[in-house]
């Protein structure tokens, strides 16, 4: 039994599937996660080592090749990415997309673990990371204060975090910006050098009677003690009563040659609210999780905690991402329902009975839908909302259809039963031949390759689900609903607006069709000549791919040159402050003096500490497409004022992450080739137009002090080279000797340190003094010198080989490809090295990744439709007729996208592809039933003709519906959702006006054989 039949029969059956699909919808709803962004796996992993004291060229031969050769055996390895720095080497390994996560995880971390046993003896930590979008803080407290305490802040801090950690919806909170709590133990140098002792000697005691090494276990009669033996110190006072040495008579203690006590490490991070000093602390959600509740959650615990807080301490909001998801569903909300209110409008001439049975499609769809989308996993974010959107006008298309044509048949004096069963029969062929093939445009796009086709998934997915919703709801509730709600005495003429409709297609398309069947080669001749004249409108777009997000936040990275002190990046930082407090549209500064903001947006990282680096979080007070942007450049005009610092102001961007919009890489073996190529890259960006804010690292290089070591006199006098090394560590940043555990669980650093009152300076070292063999004590400035030296301040490393990368960003009003294109025209005419290269990064090398797909799901997107209209009729001419539509669809788009001022950018594409299924879909309804009345025996072009003037009506309908549907998103003006809308409302207007000349008159010039067709078409 058919589909349609049984619904029409089974009356009570279909009232309780409704209410339960109703249901399911409801409850998804109720459930499902709210983000701001879609939330994607990465395939890709960072690995940090902490390796003190040595520099960025033995960090990158000691440990940063070997962890790249041991990382090149693993299959799969897409990127290596590496850095040497200071003390610090970082690999950053990504893998290819479709990798198991997990499993690559386990095979890395077994990787390392076999090399760490390779490398020096000093490296102090190898951490293993996840690279994880969805590991972002969804808010930003700040303590404030500029008299408490950084002790009495930092406890505050960890009480909010421990009330944080408490909700169910929070994974983790985080403390940020106070300086490491610590048990110092202050060396007096001199006092060590009369007693004939070395800094180090007291290190390794201090070292070795802090080691807990368990005793194990005894058995005594019936009983089994487990033995604790005494190490790990427990208080101060055992600290001080350490012995260091002694002769039998007199023990030297450590209260003799130190003081001890808790103090604060070097404050190498500092931050501020608004000016004012300020610790943060973050909190980021769990998987799953609705931001709302959790937020509610959220508040109630700080409103308890602030009731709390210390005299002299408030407690601020900084970030609060709740607000930005409430802000873009409240806009798509109201787009939503500005589109019902359009689709609503479009549906009029079908009558009030017919168009009501039509919009009960809208919420059992999206419902079916929605509920679909949270079973697999997904979030109501920014995207499944646009693709909810989409979905919006097309999911009626096959109600529309299946209602006109029973009202058709009503009209014609059926039976309502009779009239629903029959009508839905003659048309069910051709609806599920038109929902396959726009289904088949929208599934190639879920297997879109990378990162880029993970970030827009949630989109197409939502459309599928709705889609497919729709067609079930089409061929079983609807008929039921038409059967029992459509008027039986309706007139032939239908209501006065399908009258209306009726008289503009007799009036007005069915003379226009007659000429253009008396013409056919010049129509399709004009119709060719229009899609290729588009053509010449794609470089004059240009390409772009993921938009700025508008969000009411921004970002500065201030970079002053290398070696420079934090006090001098403060300065700049206070002279930005400055100027953003000048700013009337500006809510609240979050300033970062040696670290970057903690992570607040899934495709930003923190940046690691550095002196000469300092970034501002900037909280707006409401963003405007219009007003924010003149801000920003007027921002940036001001910043370039400011000398002696890189200032750079950065909004936030959509899509999977990039190092900049323009980045020219070089590559090659030696440093000092790699720095003057990357300055004459650079002298050409500035001398480009459209380029501002170039950054290149190797622009300048570090001026260190290099302690020159005689060897050969050191080793005649016994003294251990690493014990010399040291002791210049110990009095400069100092040494640790192991962790001191409280009660309560926490563990703070022993460190050791040289007594001085301010920061080290050159005097520091003038008064060390080293241990030879024989316990003489030997100054330092005997064994070595002191030499400036010039060393790069970081190496970078990509794919095994040396590498640097120039970036830049691009000035309003310029397009990224056509300067990164002009760009690369002249590095083409610069004479290269031998064994050095250059390649394109930033946009255009994440374009190559993202567009990569594409080619691949048009492909697939086009024959998987054409065998599903070989498969619906038989005839390879029928096909190509209904696809002949396809390039005036694509006419439209580029045009319309042209004349609003879009590039070509990835969600536009998207929306090419998702068109080739929507103006097919109308195609498939002409063609179907001129092959209907041509088996019924009428002649050729009288068929043509008929079919094109019955079926006009619902196919202008279905296409006013979706157009309707999508306005709304084209008139918001988003650089994100704006483009894919206008290409499909382009794509329709031209496929629909057009289209139903050029459909016919291929019809006539290609009349598909129908000898072996049936008379009527199989149904359900």
């Known amino acids: 039994m058919r589909i349609s039949d049984f619904a029409v029969r089974n009356v009570p059956f279909m ?265 943060y602390v973050t909190a980021n959600q769990k998987t799953g999780h609705n931001i709302f509740e959790t937020k509610a959650q959220i508040d109630s615990a700080v409103a308890d905690f602030a009731k709390t807080l210390p005299a002299g301490i408030s407690l601020q909001l900084g970030f609060d991402q709740s607000r930005n998801v409430k802000s873009r569903l409240d806009r798509l909300g109201h787009d939503f329902t500005l589109a019902i209110i359009l689709v609503a409008l479009t549906l ?20 079916t839908g929605l509920a679909a989308l949270y079973f697999a996993g997904f979030s109501l974010n920014q995207l499944s909302i646009a693709g909810f959107v989409i979905a919006l006008g097309l999911l009626v298309d096959d109600s529309i259809v299946v209602t006109e044509n029973i009202a058709r048949f009503l009209r014609m004096g059926h039976t309502p039963d009779e009239a629903a069963m029959r009508a839905t029969r003659q048309i069910s062929l051709a609806v599920l031949g038109c929902t396959a093939t726009l289904l088949f445009a929208f599934v190639p796009l879920l297997a879109l390759p990378g990162n880029a086709g993970k970030f827009i998934r949630s989109m197409p997915l939502a459309v599928v689900f709705t889609v497919s919703a729709s067609l079930l709801v089409s061929l079983s509730i609807i008929p039921f609903l038409a059967s029992r709600v459509l008027p039986r005495d309706a007139t032939e003429d239908g209501n006065a607006a399908l009258r209306l409709l009726m008289r503009l297609i007799h009036g007005v398309y069915a003379p226009w069709l007659r000429r253009a069947l008396a013409h056919p080669r010049l129509t399709v001749g004009l119709s060719a000549l229009a899609f290729g004249l588009s053509f010449a409108l794609v470089p004059q777009m240009g390409l772009s791919l993921f938009p700025h997000a508008d969000t009411p936040q921004f970002l500065i990275d201030i970079t002053t040159p290398n070696g420079s002190s934090l006090t001098r990046t403060g300065e700049v930082l206070d002279e930005v402050e400055q100027v953003l407090d000048r700013q009337p549209e500006i809510k609240h500064l979050l300033s970062n003096l040696g670290h970057g903001n903690p992570r607040i947006y899934y495709n930003e990282f923190p940046h690691e500490d550095a002196s000469n680096y300092a970034e501002i979080f900037v909280q707006l007070k409401a963003f405007d497409p219009r007003l924010t942007p003149a801000l920003l450049d007027r921002l940036r005009q001001r910043f370039d004022a400011i000398p002696g610092a890189e200032i750079v102001v950065k909004e936030f961007e959509n899509g999977p992450p990039i190092e900049a ?169 610069m004479d290269w090295p031998p064994a050095y290269r250059y390649e394109a990064g930033g946009e255009v090398d994440a374009r190559k990744d993202s567009f990569a797909g594409f080619g691949t799901a048009i492909i697939v997107a086009v024959f998987g439709i054409m065998a599903i209209l070989v498969l619906e009729f038989g005839s390879f001419r029928s096909t190509l007729i209904v696809a002949g539509v396809i390039p005036l669809g694509v006419t439209g788009g580029i045009v319309l996208l042209y004349l609003c001022g879009y590039s070509l950018s990835f969600t536009a594409m998207v929306g090419f592809i998702a068109l080739i299924g929507i103006e097919i879909k109308n195609s498939i309804l002409l063609v179907d039933f001129t092959n209907q009345l041509r088996l019924q025996g009428k002649p050729l072009d009288e068929a043509i003709a008929e079919a094109g003037e019955i079926r006009f009506l619902p196919i202008l309908l279905t296409s006013v519906t979706a157009i309707g549907g999508l306005l709304p998103l084209a008139l918001q003006n988003s650089p994100l959702y704006s483009p894919m809308a206008l290409v499909i409302i382009g794509g329709l207007i031209s496929s629909t006006l057009i289209g139903r000349l050029v459909t016919p008159v291929m019809y006539k010039l290609l009349p598909p054989d129908l000898s072996a067709a049936s008379a009527e078409a199989p149904g359900y």
């Open 15 to 279: 009232l309780v599937a409704s209410l339960l699909l109703g249901a399911l919808g409801i409850s998804a709803w109720l459930k499902i996660s709210r983000t701001e962004d879609p939330h994607f796996p990465i395939s890709a992993f960072s690995v940090v080592v902490v390796y003190p004291g040595a520099d960025p060229q033995e960090i990158e031969h000691q440990v940063v090749q070997p962890i790249e050769d041991a990382i090149h055996t693993l299959d799969d390895v897409k990127e290596l990415i590496s850095t040497a720095d200071d003390s610090l080497g970082i690999v950053r390994v990504e893998f290819e997309a479709y990798v198991d996560t997990e499993k690559r995880y386990d095979e890395l971390t077994r990787e390392i673990d076999a090399v760490a046993r390779k490398l020096p003896s000093g490296v102090a930590s190898i951490e293993i990371n996840k690279i994880n979008p969805g590991d972002v803080n969804i808010v930003q407290y700040a303590l404030v204060s500029d008299t408490a305490s950084y002790r009495t802040l930092e406890d505050t801090a960890k009480d909010l975090k421990d009330a944080l950690e408490r909700i169910p919806g929070v994974k983790k909170s985080e403390t940020w910006a106070y300086p490491q709590r610590e048990l110092r133990v202050e060396l007096d140098l001199k006092r060590l050098a009369e007693l004939h002792l070395s800094p180090i000697q007291v290190l390794g005691v201090i070292q070795a009677d802090n080691i807990n090494v368990p005793g194990g276990a005894v058995e005594a009669g019936a009983r089994r003690f487990n033995i604790k033996t005494s190490g790990a110190y427990r208080s101060v006072q055992q600290v001080l009563d350490t012995v260091i040495a002694g002769n039998g008579a007199q023990a030297i203690h450590v209260a003799d040659v130190a003081t001890v006590r808790w103090d604060s490490g070097p404050l190498d991070y500092v931050a501020r609210f608004d000016g004012e000093r300020a610790v």
């Open 348 to 367: 009029l001439p079908l009558g009030l009975r017919a168009a009501g049975i039509v919009m009960v499609s809208l919420p059992l769809s999206l419902l």
């Open 661 to 829: 919009p323009i980045a020219l890489r070089v590559i090659g073996p030696d440093l000092d080739t790699l720095r003057d190529m990357a300055a004459r890259i650079e002298t050409l960006m500035r001398a480009t137009p459209g380029v501002r804010n170039i950054s290149n690292p190797l622009r300048r290089s570090r001026v260190d002090l290099q302690l020159d070591i005689d060897t050969a006199k050191a080793g005649l006098l016994g003294v251990p080279v690493l014990d010399l090394d040291r002791t210049v560590r110990l009095a400069v940043a100092g040494l640790s000797a192991g962790d001191f555990h409280e009660p309560d669980g926490d563990k703070y650093p022993i460190m050791l340190r040289a007594a001085m009152q301010t920061r080290p300076t050159l005097s520091t070292l003038e008064g060390l003094h080293v241990a030879s063999a024989g316990g003489a004590q030997v100054p330092l400035a005997e064994l070595a010198t002191l030499k400036l030296s010039e060393s790069p301040p970081r190496i970078y490393r990509r794919n095994r080989e040396r590498a640097v990368s120039i970036s830049a960003y691009t000035e309003t009003g310029y397009n990224t490809e056509a300067v990164t294109n002009n760009l690369l025209g002249k590095l083409a005419k």
